[in-house]
């Protein structure tokens, strides 16, 4: 860290972004028993970035992103550092609202909001460029109003289908153009070297990730969604090894806890799938009251988690142009966000999931506004529901005002899968 | 095409030349069959595996071969059978079938490698036909040796016909292979005959090629025999004379004789040559109570060749061509990348950095 | 039991292919030195024209030349002799299936060889379009009709002996097989006839075809192989064999971006449990690339031999890590 960390502003920490993420943090630490001791890591983190509003440091150009389908590793490779800017606030919601309509996306809104604000948070220095993928039509129409912010945007170019050939050379191609634009904005070459230790750097988070995600498969848990949501969410913004050391740390805690025995939930504690929206620190409502409920968020389908971090990349020639292509598929070909004309491999993915984590109900968030989440809903509570799948469907924003009102159909929808499972039982 | 035709017949002429000229300074050619480089009295008897009527040439689907030709179908029920002519005439084209000469003697051996060393009288011709036949069970070297004797004044003339054929199929073990390859191909008991020498590295699937060396040694009852005056006589008739040397050897360059216009040039082309080799001994004794002061040997084999490779092979054209078409397409792929990064101003990336 | 298992799902799959197929590489093409001598009904390309060297014949060369004999021939002891070498060639084929083409094959070999080549030089591969491969991969059928019918033509007395056998003819390994035993002698151009000019003419552009194309273009020739095409008559057959479980795969084109024969299928396909395509060359590449835990597996008699891991993945494609 080069700043040092800044004395701590109490102006600042009255604001409401700060109290916002204070309130969400503290349910989160102090809500649970038997917290890991290597948790102490994120927890700190986003007291010290959320609350006392540290600044981040970073190294090159610093380039913003808002969605996982830019490419980390080409900016990582050119000496970049990415940040992911999707934000979960609602205090920055309420100020975005301006840039859109009434019924638009939280997230959306936050991120516009995040941005527009003197102080943003994370504290990150003003980004050099802002890779913004084109995929859901709320996105889409925020370039121009980022820009208009006076920031440097760049579209960069989704195909709306996946499957076929034709998208797939599209978007091979929309990377290598996002490659030269980097080399624009940062002055440095892809060469095979940087890029190689680039790929190496993200396999290491992800190889790091795969263990804690398989760590969950085992009942009862030893780790709760909650915790697992913070560790992805500070993959935005994190520096990336560090954070592959904290979670590396923490997946040789859990090794032991199950050696152990140990139980994060209870036995009979019902095992969630959480899918849908995107859950953004601090807006971890949803996961946190499933797990106060008594539930145990076992695996997730998000952008903000196991889709971030979940694939990864197979290179056959290590040659710059090879790997380029071959990150390229990575971000398509096993995407599951709902932008695509198609949903198969989403259900396919749930599906799997669930057999998987023996998941006995699953969770789905829908963002107010989130049009293509809405949209799904129903294919996907029809793939699940022809397999005896319960789902939930959630339809929230990042106001803590519906918060009683969801507890209460959680609790009802966990004691409906309790119920199932005494009588499958007897 | 034609043009072509003559192109290709002048390439072939000059990738030949070589082959030519070694040969054609002590070749002449022989008058209608009838040798002049030699006084020969009575005609030559020699065995070959086609009859004279329908001459030589391209391959046919007989059975076995002559002068270490294999080539055996084996897919037929029952042991191949191998099929000789006996011809008289020293020309391998135009002589005919050989008459029937009353005041001779005649013997045939067959040496089988399956038999005893000294062979086995030929079992009988069937009835009306005119070859000599014989089944080739096993593996190896089959000798048919056909002896003539008749006294013609004092002198007794002992002609030795002889024939080799190889049968080797694919079906054979290791084992009966060996064992066939290093048996001996000699008769002891022959009072004269031709044996191939074997080319160094020689194969079960040995084909002569015209414009290659071939020896031969000449044995008097399985001894060297020095100074017998050797005669080979190419399918065409040119003839080349030697006198083998301690070891009974001789040695002759095979001509090459065939020259066909290109469009009727086969390579398969079956030749046949014949080896006659001579000697007198002033050996008296008696035939048929009859004395004789003298004793003329002669000793015939047939074989066959085939145009040499060199005749219609081209390195020269084979790797010009590939090279040629390497670099075409090899361009083309280049030209083709570069081209295609154009249009859609696609982007790579220089692998050095 | 266990643990074999880890460790043959871990190995590091490229580099023990590349010694497999260069220990085949040599025995097919030396082992004749030693005497070994496997037969004539080869299921891949070890070129009956490497006289010296070759430690069994592939089995398109007695192929064309049986079907080559007269026709009244066919019909005795001879076509059944057809039948029984179809026989010997299908049990040593359904031993390995296509496997023969991913760790045996000569000719194969030498396109990984080009194509490691061009890898070593830096120079990028080329690929096909969606299109393209659809026509491509049809060729090969063509190839083999014409295989096994030009044959039977020339038996009939329709055609010149000197097209004989056809495919031989054109077949890059019969140049270039040889050559590795020091036998140069089919670099050349037949003058002896127009059908031989044209044809050995076809051969020596076919083979600089052969080198430019798998410089270029990963398993070049395989794609248009009509071996490749009678092996995929016999597949059903097989013992070793490519499975998937769709239901554990996410389709993220890991296989399908390290497939030499750019079999889309591999990734896209998630019905089938018998995935193996008529171009696939079971090479296993997808297999080792796979990181999902038994997406895609290999098996000999019903029993997996090597299937995916998170594992093995993470292992094989670490190439950037710092020791
Ligand atoms: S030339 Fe080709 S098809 Fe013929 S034997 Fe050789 S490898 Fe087989
Ligand atoms: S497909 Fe390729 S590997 Fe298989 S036999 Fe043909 S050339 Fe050999
Ligand atoms: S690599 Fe595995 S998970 Fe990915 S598409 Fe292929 S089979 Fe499916
Ligand atoms: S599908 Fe798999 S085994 Fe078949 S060729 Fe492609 S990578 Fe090799």
Redesign the pocket.
Known sequence: MNASPTPEVPAFQRSRQARESEITLDHITDDFDGNPAAMQYFYDLFRRVFIQGEALPHEGKLIGTTCIQAPDELIYAVGATPVRLCNGSYHYDQIGADFMPAKSCALVKATLGMLHSATRIPKTARPDLIVNPTTCDQKKKSSAMIEGMGYAVYDLEMPNVKESEEARLYWQRSVRQFAHKLREVTGKKLTRQNLKKAIAKTSRAQAAFRQLHNFRKSSPAVILGKDVFLITNAFFFDDIDRWSDAVEKLNAELTQRQAEGFKAAQRKAPRILFTGSPPVFPNLKLPVLIEEAGGVVVADETCSANRMLYDMTAVDEWLVNDMVDSLADKYLKPCTCPIFARNDDRKRRLLDLVASFEADGVVYQALAGCQVYEMEQKSIAEALNAQGIPMLYVETDYSPDDQGQLSTRIEAFLESIKTRKRKAAA | MSRLGLYAAALMALLSTTVHCQDSGGTHRAEGGRPTGMAMRGNVLWLADSPPARGDGPPRSGMGGMGGMGGMGGDRSGPPVKRLWLRAGADPQKSGFAREDTEATVDMTLVTPQGKPEGEPLPPAEEGKKNLSFEMPTQGYYRLYHTTRKLQGDTLAIAVAKAEVTNFSHGATEEERSVALTAPRVLEAAPIEIVREKNPGEKLSFQLKSGEEQAFVVLQKGLPLLGARVRFVSHDGWTKEAVSDEQGRVSFQIVRDYFPSWDDFQKRFKATYLVIAEASAAESGRFKDQPYTNVRYQATLGGTYYPSPDDYRSYAWGLGLGFAFLLFCGTAVYLYRRRRVKPFQEVRFDEKH | MRSIRDAVNQVHFNRFRFWFQLAAFVLFVYGGYLAIDLGSRLPF?????NQEGRAG??Y??PLQHQLGRPWPMLFTAAGLSILTGLGIFVLWFIFLNKGWCGFVCP?GTLQDWLTALRRGLGIRYAKYSHGQFKQMTKVKYVLLALTLLIPLGIGGGLWSHDLS?P??LI?P??MI?PAFTGDFSQFTIDFSSKTAVVMTALGMMVTALFVVGSFVKKRFFCFICP?SALHYLFSKLALFRLKKDGDKCTRCGDCYRVCDLEIKEIADEVGKRDIMTDDCTLCLKCVASCPEEGALKATFAGITIFESTEAGFVRRMNKGHQP
């Open positions: 390309f070890s070129c009956g024209y014949v592939c398109l060369l000719l056998p495919f031989c077949c390994a019969r097989l071996m």
